[in-house]
């Protein structure tokens, strides 16, 4: 059963919309949702490289609210100041290390809930993948729940930094299983070592691009 669909009406109700457009506009097919727990805290991490990427990684989630962190301009106007905070956006001062946001995070994993995040910290100018960000490995780190892969593709072809409209492309996203905290732990080769814990989490996001890529050309 979905979760909080009482609660969090509004959440659901822009999930199935975002859902419907993505699905008619890019045809967009979603692989290995079964590895998204069913209950309990979750970090999901994705590529970044597309203004799409946050609309993908909510819509392809069926079962979960996912909260977002997400810079905090976005919330400039009062129709985005009311609107984000209800459909699960935290924002987020990336010009200085907003230790604030990053424990408002941590709350909502160690709650049960699912936070959605990506690693590289913004778009990448390209589409190529960049190394994490130190500040993610910290929230990962201090989270002590699984996180999961999602590699998305297509919307680097269809909205890429920088573009001015939006381009026909074919968009997937896919889930890969679950990196536990045990895992994590065993990555620091010493404490506090957050750059590690980052490279990790970008290590099975490449690995689900290049399971994309062999797909495509089998």
């Known amino acids: 059963m979905r ?8 959440y659901w109700l822009a999930r199935g919309f975002v859902y419907f457009c993505l699905l008619l506009k890019y045809r967009m097919r979603v692989f290995g949702r079964e590895h998204v727990p069913a209950r309990g805290g979750a970090i999901i991490a994705a590529n ?7 609309p993908v990684m909510g819509g392809a989630n069926s079962r979960r609210v996912v909260h977002f962190l997400a810079r905090d301009t976005l919330l400039s106007n009062p129709i985005a100041k009311w609107f984000f905070p209800r459909v699960a956006v935290i924002p987020l001062d990336r010009t200085k290390g907003d230790l604030g946001a990053l424990k ?26 960049r190394a994490a960000k130190g500040g993610i ?3 990962i780190a201090k989270s002590e729940v699984p996180v ?12 890429p930094k920088g573009a001015k409209k939006m381009q026909p492309s074919r968009i997937v996203a896919r889930y890969g299983p679950p990196i536990s905290p045990e ?3 065993a990555a620091m080769p010493k404490k506090n070592d957050y750059e590690a814990v980052g490279a990790l989490v970008m290590s099975r996001i490449r690995a689900l691009a290049e399971d994309s890529s062999a797909a495509g050309s089998a």
């Open 3 to 10: 979760e909080a669909l009482f609660r969090q009406p509004l």
């Open 48 to 54: 970044h490289c597309s203004y799409l990427d946050p």
């Open 104 to 129: 408002k995070a941590i709350g909502i994993l160690k709650e049960g809930r699912v936070v959605g995040l990506f690693p590289e910290g913004t778009r990448s100018p390209d589409g190529r993948m």
């Open 137 to 139: 490995g910290f929230l």
């Open 148 to 159: 999961v892969p999602l590699h998305i593709s297509g919307t680097f072809a269809a909205f």
């Open 183 to 185: 895992e994590i732990r």
